[in-house]
């Protein structure tokens, strides 16, 4: 009969998420993820898969219990609250006093070397689907007439998307939740208006 594992991997899993939020990819190694997990290594092989497989894993974490109210914020009833919305509530997940400050995606992309280079481009492309998924809401809005027919909603996807990746590095040095919204009043005063 096989021995049972002594620890449970949902919680191991959000004490992953915790350090790797805490220190990037590059900078976790796999003596801090077994420290605080309170596991050896050959468990958290056994259970995990190599560093990289691990970090996947939390990443999925993060998209479910972290960012799920993107998806919520796009279904706003025009196009300006759909983005205010994700700001905001993007500043709730960066300044989480439950959580370190930032985003896992951010603070796990910065300094990637060579070697981490799979990983980079994972945090890419899943940053790239939530950029597309902002751009088609601003396209739909445009078609109904909710966003300028004269502005493009990728220049604006992109935009809003810088603008929540800089309030990460923010948080992450230690700026406050209002000093992050504060950020977000200011970007939605460029919102462009419809004429009529």
Not at 80 to 103: F, N
Not at 182 to 193: C, E, G, K, L
Request: aromatic share 6%; net charge negative; hydrophobic share 35%.
């Amino acid at each position: 009969m096989g021995r049972h594992r002594e620890f449970d991997p949902d919680d191991a899993l959000h004490i992953a998420l915790q350090v790797f939020r805490r220190r990037g990819y590059e900078g976790t190694s796999i003596s801090d993820l077994t420290e605080a997990m309170g596991i050896t290594r050959p468990s958290l092989y056994a259970a995990f898969g190599n560093k990289e497989d691990l970090f996947r894993r939390t990443l999925d974490l993060y998209e479910r219990q972290h960012l799920c109210f993107a998806h919520e914020a796009l279904q706003a009833p025009t196009a300006r609250e759909a983005v205010e919305r994700l700001l905001r509530g993007y500043v709730d997940v960066l300044t989480d006093p439950m959580s370190p400050p930032g985003c896992l995606g951010v603070n796990g992309a910065v300094a990637c070397s060579e070697a981490s280079e799979p990983i980079r481009e994972e945090l890419i492309a899943r940053r790239m689907v939530n950029e597309n998924n902002l751009r088609d809401r601003l396209e739909n809005a445009r078609s109904n007439g909710d966003f300028p027919g004269d502005e493009d909603p990728a220049d604006w996807a992109r935009y809003v998307v810088s603008i929540g990746l800089g309030m990460a590095v923010r948080a992450a040095s230690g700026a406050s939740r209002e000093e992050l919204h504060r950020v977000v009043d200011v970007s939605m005063r460029s919102w462009p208006t419809v004429s009529r």
